[in-house]
């Protein structure tokens, strides 16, 4: 491999190579390290795919997070209590029996908001549907002890992320299990409303015999807007072709081909309500879509338009609705999801006569809600686990096979920023860190993000008492004042692997150890993955090669016969194993700088001794 351009040219000398081995096994932990193994479970768990998000970033701007741990034996590891995991909805059984093998399961459904609160503090994960709101204060109840909130279904709008975020707490959700059933909702509510079907059914049960009043409207021919064209939306456009609709729809994210393969046209918001005699919401609440079915919105519509809504309640202003419909401009509604749910029962909406309603059904059915209950029973024990969940709402979501490829970068960039904060006098004055990866691949064939996590997290947790982690690593690096920029340089090496190499530089700091800094004059540490293991490779301008396991010493000393000897001597007196010697230079003979791995923590007279060996000019002992 190419040594860095920033080191010396002179190449390093091993003493001692490590036989070529697998990937170190590493965690991406939301828990502390010492807590890893007691969550260690025969649990087998299968990772959902999600599309990995390329994330061109040069300063920190966006609130993605997480944490590493490397491979611990499991010997000496005492036997602790299992994670607890409170379960505030009904969660189909499959996915509770995962969940009970895994953890203690207290299943405690409608909770007052207080007891909730009582209960977060006792537990490790939450899982809950749509009825329970997650708010800050939950968050702050539980005072750290919470890890992860599994979000048993798709809407995440119950829960407020940005607290979530702030306390290291990942979110994730069952994104897929209940996608068919949501869309089987929708259809069913277009052919019932349509046909009148609740409303006659009702007049029945009342002893009536209305079918002159029950005459309704068909299907075939008509255009329907699908408004939000994800996984939901989706599946009822393709129901609704099959039903003879013309189906077109606006979603300002989805790709127009994906669109025209099902033969659905991708127009504007104004042309899709504008246009459809039937309207579908598929769209998620957020800020952008709240109330965006409004008085103005609803005057645009072709007067009697039927609208169907099995997404959020949020995204209409149901007062704006109840006008519509009394205007005529609206004939019908058929609503499965409300602003407040319930809605109080004398909503004029609900009591409306061209309204139909469902109690947020969409999701239930019994195959949807055991999907739903696995889905999210392996998203949470993953979680728990330390492993990257693909379904993560408030992190870096990456697909596994890109997580297989990029694990050891990830812990080499945690072990990089460690070591490189660690050079800094005192810890203090770090606010600039400068990140190069060299990579043979395209700029956009690399997502950095889960990278730049971990190494903030090095950077910040050896100075801090802050607890980092993906999840809040970009928050936490913001509140400290922390700028981290990355710069990627494409070289010629071989694009079989993601990253030649993570070069870290603290900028306009003083260094406790002079032949760190570099001829810029600031800290540069440098590390590469070699077969699979993480390497230091450059530290300042000196080139070494020593891999990141243990403990480290540093010593800058003359380059002259006989120093390997008499420092490993000092060590092996100690009883202190080495694992791995390298000596860079810059000139014969000159300045050399020593990199000894070590297993152990070398006592202050250890040190000391190596301190008082004539030909060493500085050294320092950094933990990794
Ligand atoms: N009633 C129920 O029981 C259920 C409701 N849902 C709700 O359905 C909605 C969609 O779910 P999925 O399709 O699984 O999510 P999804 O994330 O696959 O699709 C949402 C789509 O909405 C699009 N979108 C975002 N902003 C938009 C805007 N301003 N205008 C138009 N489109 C916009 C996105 O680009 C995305 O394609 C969610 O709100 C979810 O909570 C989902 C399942 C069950
Ligand atoms: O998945 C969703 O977004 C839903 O709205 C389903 O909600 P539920 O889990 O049935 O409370």
């Not at 091993?14 to 025969?42: G, I, Q």
């Not at 009697?304 to 099995?310: E, I, S």
């Not at 260094?511 to 490779?537: C, M, R």
């Not at 380059?559 to 009883?575: F, S």
Request: hydrophobic fraction near 40%.
């Amino acid at each position: 491999m190419a040594i860095s351009s920033s080191c010396s040219s002179v190449k390093a000398v091993n003493t001692r190579w490590t036989s070529p081995s697998p990937s170190p096994s590493s965690r991406f932990s939301l828990l502390p390290t010492s807590l890893h193994r007691r969550y260690a479970t025969n649990v087998k768990l299968t990772a959902t795919s999600a599309a990995l998000k390329t994330v061109e970033q040069t300063t920190l701007t966006e609130d993605n997070k997480f944490s590493s741990v490397g491979s611990d034996s499991d010997q000496d590891i005492p036997t602790l209590p299992k994670p607890r995991i409170l379960v505030a909805e009904k969660l189909g059984e499959a996915g509770l029996n995962l969940l009970r093998d895994f953890g203690d399961v207290d299943c405690s459904y409608e909770l007052s908001p207080e007891d909730l609160k009582k209960k977060v503090a006792e537990s490790d994960a939450l899982i809950v549907r749509s009825g329970t709101k997650v708010t800050r204060e939950v968050f702050e109840a539980a005072k750290g002890r919470l890890k992860v909130v599994g979000r048993a279904g798709v809407g995440i709008d119950n829960v407020d992320l940005q607290a979530a975020t702030e306390h290291g707490c990942l979110v994730v959700n069952a994104p897929t299990a209940n996608t068919v059933a949501a869309a089987e909702h929708g259809i069913a509510l277009l052919a019932s409303m349509a046909r009148n079907v609740a409303q006659a059914d009702a007049s029945i049960k009342a002893g009536k015999w209305e079918r002159s009043k029950y005459v309704g409207v068909s299907l075939v021919g008509k255009t329907l807007a699908v408004m939000g064209f994800g996984k939901v939306g989706t599946e009822v456009a393709r129901r609704a072709k099959g039903l003879g609709m013309n189906v077109i729809s606006h979603d300002p994210y989805a790709p127009a081909d994906r669109a025209r393969a099902l033969g659905v046209d991708l127009v504007s918001f104004d042309q899709a309500i504008s246009t459809a005699d039937f309207v579908s919401l598929h769209m998620p609440l957020t800020p952008a879509t709240k109330k965006v079915f409004n008085d103005e919105t609803f005057s645009k519509m072709k007067k009697g338009v039927r609208l169907v809504n099995v997404a959020r309640g949020g995204v209409i202003d149901e007062d704006a609705l109840v006008r519509a419909l009394d205007a005529g401009i609206v004939a019908q509604a058929a609503l499965d999801v409300f602003c407040e749910e319930p809605p109080s029962k004398d909503s004029k909406l609900i009591q409306h006569e061209n309204v139909t309603v469902t109690p947020h059904l969409g999701a239930s059915t019994k195959e949807a809600q055991e999907g739903v209950a696995i889905e999210i029973a392996e998203a949470v024990a993953g979680a728990l686990k330390g492993e990257l969940s693909a379904t993560a709402v408030n992190a870096p979501m990456v697909a596994p096979e890109v997580l297989s490829e990029l694990t050891p970068y990830i812990v080499l960039a945690e072990k990089i920023g460690r070591l490189a904060v660690q050079l800094v006098s005192g810890g203090k004055g770090v606010q600039s860190i400068k990140v190069v990866y060299r990579s043979a691949r395209d700029r956009d064939d690399l997502d950095t993000r889960l990278l730049r996590a971990m190494i903030t997290k090095g950077i910040i947790e050896p100075i801090s008492d802050s607890y980092v982690n993906l999840v809040n690593a970009d928050f936490i690096a913001k509140q400290k004042g922390l700028r981290i920029s990355e710069e990627r340089m494409v070289v010629d090496t071989s694009p079989e692997y993601p990253i030649d190499s993570i070069q870290v530089q603290i900028l306009n700091v003083e260094s406790n150890f002079a032949g760190a800094v570099s001829e810029s004059g600031d800290i540069s540490i440098e590390g590469k993955v070699k077969y699979g293991v993480p390497h230091l490779t450059c530290v300042g301008s000196f080139a070494v090669d020593v891999s990141l396991e243990g403990n480290l010493i540093l010593c800058r000393q003359v380059d002259q016969p006989g120093m390997i000897g008499q420092v490993g001597n000092i060590l092996g007196e100690q009883n202190v194993n080495v694992n791995f010697m390298s000596v860079g230079r810059t000139v014969v003979r000159k300045q050399a700088i020593m990199a000894i791995g070590v297993d152990e923590e070398p006592n202050s007279k250890t040190l000391e001794r190596i301190g008082g060996v004539s030909a060493i000019a500085e050294f320092v002992f950094l933990k990794l």
